[in-house]
């Protein structure tokens, strides 16, 4: 295998590392399920590829107005949506996800619609475009970095124990003083945002973006499945779920995806159900166990 392979799977690790802890702040930490988060990734991907394309505005400009814009398009589907309880929200996402995917196809004069877009513009640092791999993989470590550090932070923070109680028992929270119906809307606006972002970096890394591609549903089970793999409510939990899953993923079609169609996908499949039944509270469980055994 060659470095730029090598460099490839780093990137790819790292932004779904990211991703995945947007999804696992407003899950894992306020216990909502989404499935339409790559509504989020894919409002960031058009919002920075849109503005660079159309008006040469730099999408390090451009990731944060897609991050500004997710959270507060993720705002209101919270304000809306979170008056209901139990599966209602996490329904409500699949539909969102698939609404954006049809206004992009729809909107064709500002999207390009179902062709997609392709940023051909000249590499250089202004564009976020380089000829080599190195440079996407260490904005992609910073961002799965930055991820992580918020998390963290805001599990020692007066928001996470807002949210720990939330999600623990809404009713009692309620009780104790806390605004659950704020905190939970703030809590999908920040995940929004942090998926957005990576949103963007995908963009400039693949420089193509269409519906299908951005907005599928498959997009959407990834972070939750990489945040339940590496360990649910734990903000390290994301970075090593990316780290067994999208290596595994990517090898798995390397050595079977070619003219056996469909058996990487069986491996996968079988793959994942073996991991998810002998540690179904994640590799960050395991982790624990050792360093609690030592």
Not at 77 to 87: C, D, E, F, K
Not at 88 to 93: A, N, P, S
Not at 103 to 112: D, E, Q, S
Request: charged share 10%; net charge neutral.
């Amino acid at each position: 295998m060659t470095l730029n392979i090598w460099l490839d799977i780093a990137f790819m690790t790292l932004v779904w590392a990211g991703i995945a802890g947007s999804w696992n702040f407003l899950a894992g930490f306020a216990g909502q399920f989404s499935l339409g988060h790559a509504a989020f990734v894919g409002i960031g991907a058009y919002t920075s590829s849109l503005l660079l394309v159309d008006h040469d505005i730099t999408p390090w400009l451009g990731l944060v107005l897609g991050a500004l814009l997710a959270a507060a398009v993720a705002a209101v589907l919270a304000a809306i949506s979170l008056r209901t309880r139990g599966p209602f929200f996490t329904l409500m996402t699949i539909a969102f996800a698939e609404i954006v995917r049809i206004l992009t196809v729809y909107f064709k004069n500002v999207t390009r619609g179902s062709e997609g877009i392709s940023i051909d513009i000249p590499d250089s640092l202004t564009n976020m475009i380089f000829l080599d791999k190195l440079p996407y993989v260490i904005i992609a470590l910073v961002y799965a970095a930055a991820i992580i550090g918020i998390c963290v932070w805001t599990r020692a923070s007066r928001l996470g124990f807002y949210l720990l109680s939330v999600r623990e028992d809404e009713d009692a929270a309620r009780s104790l003083g806390v605004n659950s119906y704020a905190t939970r809307i703030l809590a999908t606006a920040i995940s929004a945002a942090m998926a957005a972002a990576g949103g963007s970096l995908l963009a400039q890394y693949t420089l193509f973006i269409d519906p299908d591609g951005t907005l599928s549903f498959l997009l959407s089970v990834q972070p939750a499945l990489i945040a339940i793999v590496g360990g649910l409510g734990n903000a390290f939990g994301p970075i090593i779920g990316a780290i067994v899953i999208v290596p595994l993923e990517h090898f798995l079609r390397t050595w079977f995806g070619g003219g056996l169609a469909g058996l990487h996908g069986l491996i996968y499949g079988t793959a994942l159900i073996v991991i998810l039944l002998s540690m179904p509270d994640g590799f960050v469980k395991l982790f624990k166990r050792k360093s609690s055994s030592r």
